[in-house]
């Protein structure tokens, strides 16, 4: 197999660790702020090892996000203002 490389770029990113804590659950989260990503920043959990770029505008969106970052449903709307509170400092320009 052959593989062809067709980009490499290095940037400083703000990477940013967080533990949260609810009655019933932990949340261990990395969030990344890029120039990458059409303006979005990439969330990722650290218990589930996946992630969802989002911008301050997805956030109302909880059924594209809350599934794969495994909040429980009880947690969702603290967790929301949670990533109010993240993304909305840190908003990034559309790319295109």
Same mark, same amino acid.
């Given at each position: ?27 261990? $989260?990395?969030? $990344? ?14 218990? /589930?090892?996946?992630?969802? *770029? ?17 909040? /429980? ?11 109010? *509170? ?5 908003? *990034?320009?559309?790319?295109?």
């Amino acid at each position: 197999m052959i593989l062809d490389h067709l980009l490499e770029e290095v940037e400083n990113q703000l990477v940013k660790y967080y533990c949260i804590v609810s009655e019933d659950c932990r949340y261990d $989260i990395v969030v $990344i702020h890029s120039e990458r990503f059409f303006g979005k920043a990439m969330v990722v959990s650290i218990q /589930n090892s996946r992630m969802v *770029l989002l911008s301050h505008h997805d956030i109302a969106d909880e059924e594209y996000w809350a599934e794969k970052l495994d909040i /429980n449903s009880s947690d969702v709307t603290e967790f929301r203002n949670f990533l109010h *509170l993240v993304l909305d400092k840190y908003q *990034l320009t559309e790319q295109f």
